[in-house]
């Protein structure tokens, strides 16, 4: 049963600290996302990668959050210096292409205090 | 870019009664529209999806209906049940890239 994987699952820092999150790709899928899920603000689309170049980044806040996949099993979101309004659910998700389903992974739940 | 909204929030309902979740979307150019449930705590997982060459798709207890002239489109769950508690997103792609703009959620409860 193939699946997105997704490091750490939990994640406490302190504020001011770098986080690293990471993403395996269900193997041949060629559409990489990253999503962050608050209750307030529901699923917000940071980033995603087609065939691992960044297609759409306009979500992110450019200032502290990096996204990039250095091969194709590997996407990693990188938050630095992370801020409480951080604290979050940062999901994976991967993709065949065009119209077609996104598979999510488990999420990390990151918590800045 | 697309904006996706999704009505109501939260939708409480008797078991074995039908429950209707409601979108609307703005790009006219979306095509594709898929409905993604998440349970407490778990990752969400697709439960069905329809292209904009169909009007009307079902799967068993689920059914999803679009109007394209309308820009919206609706989840339907008849006979629900406990299990069926969750939040459900709808989500909108015009194709090119296969962007997912997501709806707010609709956190359904079915009252056994």
């Known amino acids: 049963d193939a699946r997105v994987t997704q490091t750490p699952r939990d994640k406490v820092t302190e504020m001011g600290q770098e986080v690293t999150m990471r993403c395996q790709p269900i193997l041949g899928h060629n559409t990489v996302f990253w999503y962050r899920q608050t209750m307030m603000q529901g699923l917000e689309l940071l980033a995603y990668f087609r065939n691992r170049a960044p297609l759409d980044d306009s979500g992110m806040p450019k200032d502290r959050f990096s996204a990039e996949m250095p091969d194709a099993t590997l996407a990693t979101l990188k938050i630095q210096p992370s801020e409480p309004r951080d604290s979050a659910v940062y999901f994976c998700a991967s993709g065949l292409g065009v119209n077609t389903e996104a598979f999510f992974g488990q999420g990390t739940r990151l918590t800045v205090v | 870019g697309e904006n996706v909204e999704q009505h109501p929030s939260t939708l409480s309902v008797q078991e074995g009664d039908s429950a209707v979740i409601k979108c609307t979307y703005s790009?006219?150019?979306?095509?594709?529209f898929p409905w993604y449930k998440q349970e407490l705590g778990k990752r969400p997982q697709l439960i069905i999806d329809i292209r904009s060459n169909v009007g009307e798709k079902k799967d068993q207890r689920i059914a999803v209906t679009l109007n394209k002239t309308a820009k919206h489109f609706s989840l339907h769950i008849t006979e629900t049940q406990p299990e069926d508690s969750a939040v459900y997103f709808c989500?909108?792609?015009?194709?090119?890239?296969?962007?997912?703009?997501f709806g707010t959620g609709t956190s359904l409860t079915v009252i056994p």
């Open positions: 790009d006219s150019a979306s095509n594709y």
């Open positions: 989500a909108a792609s015009r194709g090119t890239g296969n962007q997912f703009y």
